[in-house]
């Protein structure tokens, strides 16, 4: 509906005019008009009714007096008072003359006291009194012949009137006669009113068909003046802005749109056109609205201001028809124009601003519920544009971090922590939610820039130390150790911060090192805190032992490993106090200690460390009893025989049955030069069988007092192998030499065809050739007579087929010594008995003739052992030549221990002594000549053996030398340590 107050001072502007053609030409002060009208109110007293100059003196009060009403009332106005300055009664005193005065006068030519009573009716609130004076003129127009320009002004007033009183079509009825009148004045303003009257009665088409119609006929938007009638451009505006109101009314289309900025004044164009985006705003046309705008935007003489004032309203606008996206981004666009707009009229900037915040608010009413991105797009747009806004700021970083959306959290927040336009609280405020909001996001990456952030702008010292904390614990999360491990360590030793998290710091510092394998920091450190935490002395020292730990097996396990690492190592073990380590602490360090001493050879070390974790009462029986034995094979490793079979002796591990913890006692006791019968004969009382048992009988016989008497009571075990019990009975022979003790041996079954017992057989054929050697080397042939020289041939041929009976007598005994000495005496007798033959004198007395025959007849006898002698020669070449029973026996005679040797000698020094050449008759003399060792050079063995346990050639040197003169068992537990050595194996 039409304002009603714009009708009225409408009315007043155009009655105003009308006064002005009564008024004097020169306005009066308030002071002069009082003067004026009580000079005049004096005058008229003295005059009478008849007076020619009484009606108009009265019409100059009235107009007087309504004059200084309209003054008063509108500083009643300014007052803010009703009736206070006096305007009521000025008011009145003129209605009543005005009345007085139509009863006096021609209404013809009194027009104007008409519509100046009727104004005074509607200014008195007297509305009806001045409808009925219209009324009447109009229905007394044609009896009294009123002037037709008074009753068009009077139906013209009349429908303003009825207007005012909602009566429309009542209205509209007085209107259109008025307009009848060509003559009209005012006639605009007419045409205008009926078309608000066709509007308030829901005729729109008809109402913007008369404006319409009305705008584009330019000449009539005119206002009646003292000058006459002018263009009007404030009553063309208000024209095109109630036209706005009308289009606003129904759906606006394109062609609205663009025939309202064709009938817009260029001058006011582009307000008019925001007027037309309000109006159609205001009333629901959110789509037109937006159209609207984007026209407005397009005009070419907007400031930045108005530009900027578009975008906003455009924003406004989209989000009012729900669409948030694009009002955001019309928003940002605003945002953008602020930014670029020169804030010459502060006020009007902050009018802006205060429309942005009204627009993100209410944007934010409406979204409370459910915030989404368009939300938080349009804080975050303000919070570009107007960053000292803390409130707003707040409001959208708590909408991000409703959302989520932490990022942008975060960047609101440092609009405050970065801005010295804020106090320290509120920076430090903001630093800190910006940490929470990055805590929260889970986002490792945003933690760390929030970190180093707050750092960086903070002054809140205690609050840095939690921050670089958590920036630290942050590098640990995603594994950056090294540069987490650095941190931490800085923190722990930095005495300024809290004593709660300088531990935890201290702690992870020893865990992120511990993950990097940095056994060197970690140790370094666990000992600094050691003294930084007193009260956790004992735990930090106890990480440190264990990173050295760690560090040590770690050298230890690394087959890279160098000794001088290894060796650097235990340096490092052995130089750590262990004093407040606990037993589980000590069983590892010395276990450690152990493995690095045996790896570098540090003996002294090893044992050292074996023996403190046997006296630990921590350490288990079976635990105990492995190191034992671990120990023993130490000891034994080094040839210390004696402290091995000591550690051995102690072990009590129900792993091992009792018949070979004896054996093993019994061999480590042997070797130990310590008296083993009795774990031998324990092992053989616990049932222990096979060759180890007949190793240990041979062991007892051979160690026994009584060896003969022990050997026969062994025997009947000792055949099971027979090599053996021939070894045995040979040794136990060189050491009583007692032959007929040992007869019932030596013929035993199993030894027949065994070197002892062939030892003896051929012991008596050497003697035997011994003793039949000298009779025929010393028989000599008589030539005296023919008897005697017949007789001694005889004898000496008797003697040659003796040495023929001992040469088949020695290959049946099989020894190729027996078959040398023999075949010597059958070659050197042979041959001498063929030169004595030829050496016998002529007998006496024959003649050549018989001479001759004689010498053949010797030549035949002869040449039968000169043929054996060099057969015999020729054997003996061959045997020298290669024989390989020569070449066992120099071997065995070379290899055999002294007591065998003895035993030995008299068959090599036989055959030294025959004549002959050849291969194995150097070897004879080879065997013979070599070079006897002293007891120093198996001692000096020994120690080598025992400082390199592993090292072979100086174990086969000690083997060979342990076979000629050392103990019996050795040369066989030395191969068997070489065997091991050469299968990878350790002892």
Known sequence: MKNLRRITLISIVVLGALNGRLALADKMNAGTQDLVIQKMERVLSAIGKEDPSWVPTQQRLADLLAERARDRFMLEVEANCDGCKGSKADRQKAIGIYEELLRQVSLNEHGPILFQLAHLYEMAGQNDNAIRLFEQIIKEAKAKKINPAIVSRSHASLGDLLFQKNKFKDARYHYVIALKDDKLENRALVTYNMAWCDFNEDKLSSAITILETLLKNKHLITRDTEEGSKYDPVFHADIMRDLATFYSRKDIND????????????????????????????????????????????????????????????????????????????????????????????????????????????????????????????????????????????????????????????????????????????????????????????????????????????????????VRYQLAYLSYQQKQLKEAAVAFNDLAE??????????????????????????????????????????????????????????????????????????????????????????????????????????????????????????????????????????????????????????????????????????????????????????????????????????????????????????????????????????????????????????SVFEMKELRRKSAAQFFQKQDFYNKVANFHPKIASHQLNGKNDRTVQKSIQERMSLTAKADGLLKESLALKDITAQLIVLNIVASENERLVKDLASLPMPKGLSPAEQRQYVDLLKGRSKPYLLKARTAKQKMDELWAQSPALGQLAAEYKMARPEIQKLLLREMQILEELPGRGRMKSAVSDALDSSSFSSRDLVSARKSVSENPSNVRDLENLKYLETKMGHPLMPSYLEARLNQIQKGKSL
């Open 494 to 743: 930095d005495k300024k911060g809290s004593a709660d998290l300088r531990k935890k710091a201290a702690d992870l510092s020893l865990d992120a090192a511990a993950q990097l394998k940095d056994e060197e920091s970690l140790q370094k450190w666990a000992w600094d805190y050691a003294k930084l935490f007193p009260a956790h002395r004992a735990e930090f020292e106890t990480l440190a032992r264990k990173a050295l730990m760690n560090e040590v097996a770690a050298v230890a396990n690394n087959p890279k490993s160098s000794s001088s690492d290894m060796k650097k190592a235990l340096k490092k073990v052995m130089s750590t106090d262990v004093a407040t380590a606990k037993p589980a602490e000590k069983v590892l360090f010395y276990t450690n200690a152990s493995v690095l001493a045996q790896k570098t050879g540090e003996d002294g070390i090893y044992v050292q460390s074996i023996l403190a974790l046997i006296a630990m009462n921590e350490v288990s029986d079976s635990r105990k009893d492995e190191l034992r034995e671990q120990l023993a094979a130490h000891y034994e490793k080094h040839l210390d025989f004696k402290n091995a079979y000591r550690m051995a002796s102690q072990v009590r591990s129900s792993k091992v049955s009792e018949k070979d913890r004896e054996f093993r006692l019994g061999t480590l006791a042997d070797l130990a030069e310590m008296n083993p019968e009795k774990h031998y004969k324990a092992a053989l009382k616990a049932g222990l069988k096979g060759e180890r048992s007949l190793i240990m009988r041979s062991r007892l016989v051979l160690l026994s007092s009584n060896p003969v008497k022990e050997l026969k009571a062994q025997a009947p075990e000792l055949k099971q192998k027979p090599d053996l019990l021939n070894e045995t009975a040979l040794l136990v022979y060189a050491r009583t030499m007692d032959k007929s003790g040992l007869k």
């Open 255 to 466: 062609k609205e749109i663009a025939q309202f900025e064709s009938l817009a004044p260029a001058q006011n164009r582009k307000e008019l056109l925001y007027h037309f985006a309000s109006e159609a705003d205001r009333l629901g046309q959110k789509q037109a609205a937006h159209k609207i705008l984007n026209r407005y935007l397009e005009q070419p003489d907007l400031t930045k201001s108005e530009r900027l004032s578009a975008f906003v309203r455009m924003a406004q606008v989209n989000y009012d028809r729900g669409q948030t996206t694009q009002s955001t981004q019309d928003f940002a666009k605003a945002a953008a124009a602020f930014k670029n707009t020169d804030c010459d009229d502060e006020s009007k900037c902050e009018e802006l601003q205060k429309t942005m915040k009204r627009y993100v608010t209410e944007l934010h009413r409406l979204k409370k519920l459910n915030p989404d991105q368009d939300l938080l797009n349009a804080y975050v747009i303000y919070n570009k544009t107007f960053p000292t806004d803390i409130e707003m700021a707040n409001r959208g970083s708590q909408i991000a971090m409703d959302m989520k959306k932490y990022p942008l959290a975060i960047q609101i927040y440092r609009s405050i922590s970065e801005s010295r336009k804020f106090s320290a609280k509120e920076r430090e405020e903001a630093l800190n939610n910006e940490v929470s909001a990055a805590e929260k996001s889970q986002d490792l990456n945003l933690r760390r820039e929030a970190y180093v952030h707050y750092l960086k702008y903070s002054d809140n010292d205690a609050k840095s130390f939690e």
